[in-house]
């Protein structure tokens, strides 16, 4: 691996089993860090208000991204556009710990995503699938997290994310390497990629979840699947306590295989975000499929 | 012999296959019965607050600082501010086992990190010099009279050893060489 790349990667291995948190501002920031985040995303409008609100969806105003490093200890982490590499120049400028290169904003490049092994600050992008993954980590991204459907409150499309991707990676490890060329190509993955993932049978960077956590039993759901941390959105601030649910999905998140915990750390969070039905949204409400 | 890793959150998976490339086994610490029958604990890194912050939880803050305090373990990073007597930048509650007193977050944000070569310091076992992966890392900035530099970057103490207490600011354990992790398990050795 490249020197660049395992710092990279080393920060996100830091970031492991735990849960960062989508924050507007200062006061959310502080919130998410009390309650035991490992890192925040500072992003202009959480996805349920993006959903609501409509127009176009952008990087963080600069002086909230400022204001919001300047209260936390944590990593923060920003969005920039698909493709919009100078909104993650300003933000690299800015210092950010790592930038997720998200469909939940609203794409600025239809064709190409970012470069990102011209950056030195680190870079997480979405995916649904494994020729997806590895897409992105052929561009340098240095952390995957599944799409999910961001803003819904709805955990099914991480799930099947996720069990896309676990899926994937299993069969690869099943083909003989007269095969993997062809499987490349079916994947639309550099096949360097697909040749170490066959060999490893994991992703070669660390692979979190997010896109619809809206409970302690949602996080832990995606632990169980193989997600490595948990990325919560709307979930948090758009429910009846949300410092209550932070400090309860955090604990979740590290106490997934232990039910009692589990069961204990769900009790009198009062009503979670109300959600959507996945079925009843149109193919263009769907953040996830932006980006390929 | 068994090691534990604290496992509530950060890079604990690095560490269980340095161990098991050196025979030996290694369990999870998420809970006080994990602490069992452990010849030695390691506080590996993360986020040293929300680490904190789950120790809190299900009385491990206790049972841990009292493991640290009787048996070897080894910080890392976030460990490291864990087991420090003082933390500041900004302040915060440790277990305090080893007399240091560290900066958090000392050389900046992400796109400080940096790798570097370490010198050994006459302490260590030998004069070879060692690969140091440095992520958003603390800085020890002072050493109680007790405490033994084992390896420094451009002067300052990077791994320190007082008594049966290990801490490191740099991750040895996304680095090839397993010999920091054999070092660990003499230590334990030696103690049993």
């Not at chain 1, 800015?94 to 600025?108: G, I, N």
């Not at chain 2, 030695?40 to 789950?54: A, D, F, N, Q, Y």
């Not at chain 2, 992790?181 to 049993?192: G, I």
């Amino acid at each position: 691996m490249l020197p660049e790349m395992k710092l990279k990667t080393g920060l996100a291995e830091m970031l492991k089993g735990g849960v960062i948190m989508d924050v507007v501002n200062a006061e959310q920031a502080k919130i998410a860090e009390k309650a035991g985040a490992v890192a925040v995303m500072a992003l202009e409008r959480i996805p349920a208000d993006i959903r609501k609100e409509g127009g176009v969806a952008r990087m963080s105003p600069v002086d909230k991204v400022q204001e919001i490093m300047g209260v936390v200890s944590i990593p923060v982490m920003a969005k920039a556009r698909i493709g919009h590499f100078v909104e993650a120049m300003i933000l690299e400028s800015l210092r950010v710990d790592y930038v997720d290169e998200s469909e939940v904003l609203t794409p600025a490049d239809e064709q190409y995503h970012i470069d990102k092994f011209q950056f030195k600050v680190p870079f997480v992008c979405g995916a649904r699938n494994l020729g997806e993954a590895l897409r992105r980590i052929g561009e340098g991204a240095a952390m995957i997290r599944t799409k999910g459907e961001a803003g819904s409150g709805n955990i099914v499309e991480a799930v099947r994310h996720l069990r896309t991707l676990r899926t994937q990676i299993r069969r690869l490890t099943t083909l003989g390497r007269e095969e993997l060329v062809n499987e490349a190509k079916e994947l639309g993955a550099p096949l360097p990629l697909v040749d170490w993932v066959s060999k490893n049978g994991k992703l070669p960077v660390p692979n979190f979840a997010a896109g619809g956590v809206a409970t302690p039993a949602d996080a832990a759901l995606c632990m169980w699947l193989g997600a490595e941390s948990v990325f919560v959105g709307s979930g948090i601030f758009k429910s009846e306590d949300p410092e209550r649910l932070a400090h309860s999905i955090v604990e979740a998140t590290t106490h997934y295989q232990d039910a009692k915990i589990l069961a204990k750390c769900s009790q009198g969070l009062g009503t979670a975000m109300k959600g959507l039905d996945i079925h009843t949204l149109k193919e263009e409400e769907r953040l996830s499929e932006r980006g390929w | 012999m068994r090691i534990g890793i604290l496992a509530v959150q950060g890079a604990v998976e690095p560490h269980r296959v340095k161990f098991e490339n050196l025979g030996v086994e290694s369990v999870q610490v998420k809970t006080p019965k994990d602490l069992v029958n452990l010849a030695g604990l390691v506080l590996p890194g993360g986020e040293s607050s929300s680490m904190i912050h789950l120790l809190k939880l299900n009385g491990l803050w206790e049972s841990v600082s009292e493991f640290v305090h009787q048996k070897p373990s080894w910080g890392l990073c976030a460990g490291t501010i864990l087991l420090a007597k003082e933390v500041i930048s900004p302040a915060q509650e440790s277990l305090g086992v080893i007399d240091i007193t560290v900066v958090r977050n000392a050389y900046g944000r992400q796109t400080e990190s940096f790798i570097s070569n370490l010198n050994p310091s006459p302490n260590w076992v030998d004069q070879e010099s060692l690969e140091g992966i440095f992520i958003r890392a603390p800085k020890i900035s002072r050493l109680g009279p007790s405490v033994k530099t084992l390896f420094t970057h451009h002067g300052d103490s990077v791994m320190v050893r007082e008594g049966i207490t290990l801490a490191s600011t740099f991750h040895p354990e996304l680095s090839e060489s397993n010999k920091l992790h054999q070092y660990f398990l003499s230590l334990c050795q030696e103690s049993r």
